[in-house]
C-alpha cells in the first residue's frame, strides 16, 4: 500500500510521478498499476493531464520497470531473486508460474503477460535469468509495454466517470483469464510429460 494515496502523488510530481509509480510498480512494489493508468485516462479525459504525453511517459516507467527486472535475472539469477522475493513482493509460487509461462510461451509471455497479474515482472527476470538476448527482449517486453499502457488509459478515457466499475469487471475477467490460461499450460504440461513417459516404456519395451 502506497503511503498516500495515488491522486496525491499525482497532484504533487504529476508525470515525474506517473514514471516514478509505474517503474517501481513493475519491479514489484505495491502499486496498483492497472488502476493507475486507468485513472490517467480519466484525468486526461477532464483534460487534467494531457494525452500523448502520458501515454508516453507511461510506457517509459513500464519500460524502465521491466529493462530493470530483466537485468535482475541477468545479473543475479533465480535463486538470488527468490532469497530476495520478500523485498520485491514476489512469492516462490509467483516464480514457479513465470517460470512455467515462460517455458511454454517463451518471448511472447514478456507482451501478453502485462495483462495478466502477477506475470510481467516475474517473466522479466525469468527472460534475465535465461539469458535472452538483450534485443529480443526489447522488442518483446516493450510492445507489451506500449499496448498495456495505451489499453488502460484509453479505457479511462473513454469511460469518464464510470472507470471505477467497469475497471473492477475487467479485472476480475483479467483474474480469470490468467487463471484459465495457467491451468491450460499446466494441463499441457502434464499430457506432454505422459506422451513422452508412454514413449519411453514403449521404447524399453
Not at 502506497?2 to 504533487?12: D, M, R, S, V
Not at 492497472?34 to 479525459?45: A, I, K, Q, R, W
Not at 514478456?110 to 517473466?123: E, N, W
Amino acid at each position: 500500500m502506497l503511503f498516500f494515496p495515488i491522486e496525491y502523488w499525482l497532484a504533487k510530481y504529476s508525470y515525474l510521478a506517473i514514471y516514478v509509480l509505474l517503474t517501481t510498480g513493475i519491479l514489484g512494489l505495491p502499486v496498483p498499476d492497472e488502476t493507475l493508468l486507468t485513472l490517467l485516462g480519466y484525468l486526461v479525459s477532464k483534460k487534467e493531464l494531457v494525452l500523448i504525453p502520458t501515454i508516453t511517459v507511461a510506457f517509459l516507467g513500464s519500460a524502465s520497470g521491466i529493462t530493470v527486472s530483466y537485468l535482475l535475472g541477468r545479473l543475479f539469477g533465480i535463486f538470488a531473486l527468490k532469497k530476495a522475493g520478500r523485498f520485491l513482493h514476489i512469492s516462490e509460487k509467483n516464480l514457479e508460474k513465470g517460470e512455467l509461462w515462460f517455458e511454454k510461451l517463451g518471448k511472447w509471455t514478456l507482451t501478453f503477460g502485462y495483462f495478466i497479474p502477477g506475470v510481467r515482472h516475474i517473466v522479466a527476470i525469468i527472460a534475465g535469468s535465461t539469458k535472452l538476448k538483450i534485443h529480443i527482449f526489447i522488442i518483446y517486453a516493450y510492445a507489451g509495454a506500449l499496448a498495456w499502457s495505451i489499453t488502460f488509459i484509453l479505457l479511462g478515457y473513454y469511460t469518464g466517470e464510470k472507470w471505477e466499475p467497469i475497471f473492477d469487471k475487467i479485472q476480475k475477467h483479467l483474474l480469470l483469464a490468467g487463471t484459465l490460461i495457467v491451468i491450460l499450460i499446466l494441463a499441457y504440461g502434464i499430457i506432454q510429460y505422459l506422451i513422452k513417459k508412454r514413449k519411453k516404456i514403449s521404447n524399453n519395451g
